[in-house]
């Protein structure tokens, strides 16, 4: 397992109630389980993504994590738009699970007699190519997570045969593995983020990432453009960006974004500032540590020292100074 979980910098130190998707045995409860301290800490399993995030925004814990992009699959739509829309959550950190799958049964069986998997939309996305070319017009019966998937299994909740899920949830609920290794691309990684109520925001660490949620105008050419600039000019690489539908009709979206760097770092904030003149419904969603601690390379330019350095000589001019 890859993350941030050995570093004391990058503990919640409030949060010692978490909500996770659950029930117990999600990929989503071993990545919260990446966190300091979350072992020991009281787990609320939720049913799904916004109401792990509702009981978050209720005080009813401190902190929830929740999937938000897969390597293969790309954004869990759930939680961008929650976390984009809800005015009161903020990402404090993030982790990394690896991600593969098992084909589960209660008993065993050949895999002609599955006639119908369950298991997590997103788990189904990445097994899809194995199912079609292992099971015979099977059927995908969606649950609300791989685990809540091997439980209905287990109790013959369900009409399908098989759960998609984690090797290790088929192991502590004794089910049979009929295949192993089923995802379609191996490798494949989830990002999960951990959510609390807005708050101060997480130390810098020189390797950090910056959420935002930003509406474009509509009626402006070369508005997405403008908004890259700002990003650019200040060496800010960005390392997802995706448009969403508002929600508010035909043609209107948002566009979410992570970026690398804190916005406690000058290129960061002004790059922000630049972008709230264009577009001032702009939200900050949190900085917080990358779970992969790959720090940003920083060019001289656009280093904190540059803007101060800018900033004083600017200073200086406006206040009479005899060099300019
Ligand atoms: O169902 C689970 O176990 C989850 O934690 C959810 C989830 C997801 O939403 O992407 C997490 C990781 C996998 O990519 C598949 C499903």
Request: proline residues 6%.
């Amino acid at each position: 397992m890859t993350g941030d979980a050995t570093d004391p910098r990058h503990r919640p130190a409030h949060a010692a109630r978490y909500a996770y998707l659950g029930p117990s045995g999600t990929f989503t409860e071993a990545a919260l389980l990446q966190v300091p301290g979350a072992a020991e800490a009281e787990r609320l399993p939720a049913s799904s993504v916004p109401a792990a995030l509702s009981m978050v925004e209720r005080g009813e814990v401190d902190a929830a994590m929740v999937p938000i992009e897969n390597s293969v699959e790309g954004g869990v739509t759930a939680t961008l738009d929650a976390v984009s829309v809800a005015h009161r959550l903020h990402i404090v950190a993030e982790s990394l699970v690896p991600i593969s799958f098992v084909l589960a049964a209660a008993a065993p069986m050949p895999l002609e007699g599955v006639r119908a998997v369950t298991t997590h939309t997103h788990a189904w996305a990445q097994v899809r190519g194995w199912a079609e070319g292992h099971l015979d017009d099977v059927e995908f019966l969606p649950s609300s997570s791989t685990a809540a998937a091997a439980g209905e299994i287990l109790r013959g909740e369900t009409s399908a045969q098989a759960a998609v899920c984690s090797p290790l949830v088929a192991e502590q609920l004794g089910l049979h593995v009929l295949a192993e290794g089923i995802e379609d691309v191996s490798g494949a990684v989830t990002r999960f983020v951990l959510v609390s109520r807005p708050g101060p925001v997480p130390e810098m660490t020189g390797a950090d990432k910056t959420t935002l949620m930003i509406p474009l105008p509509q009626d402006r050419a070369g508005a997405l453009m403008e908004l890259l600039e700002q990003f650019s000019t200040r060496g800010v690489n960005l390392c997802r960006i995706e448009s969403r539908p508002t929600g508010g009709g035909l043609g209107q979206y948002f566009f979410s974004i992570d970026l690398e760097g804190h916005v406690a770092e000058s290129r960061v904030a002004e790059a922000l500032a630049g972008v709230h003149r264009s577009a001032p419904g702009i939200r900050f969603l949190g900085s917080y540590p990358r779970a992969d601690r790959r720090s940003q390379h920083v060019t001289d330019d656009v280093s904190d020292a540059a803007f101060a350095a800018a900033e004083q000589w600017i200073g200086g001019i406006v206040g009479g100074a005899s060099e300019r």
